[in-house]
């Protein structure tokens, strides 16, 4: 699986359809258009989606 923010194959699997990237340290999930999230320091999960859609548009 590759991340979709660093394009990285270092990446392992957290869950059912969700990821988690070892180069870029963001876990996402392959349902739907594929959600990207940041891992607060509380453990929490906040959606990177916008910044993903920004690099895309850049041409990374």
Do not use: H
């Not at 957290?14 to 180069?23: I, K, L, M």
């Amino acid at each position: 699986m590759q991340c979709p923010i660093c394009r990285s194959k270092q990446t392992g699997k957290v869950g059912a359809d969700q990821y988690f990237c070892w180069s870029c340290f963001v876990e996402f999930n392959t349902r739907g258009q594929g959600e990207v999230y940041e891992i607060s320091e509380d453990g929490s999960l906040l959606a990177l989606n916008d910044y993903a859609e920004d690099l895309d548009k850049a041409g990374r």
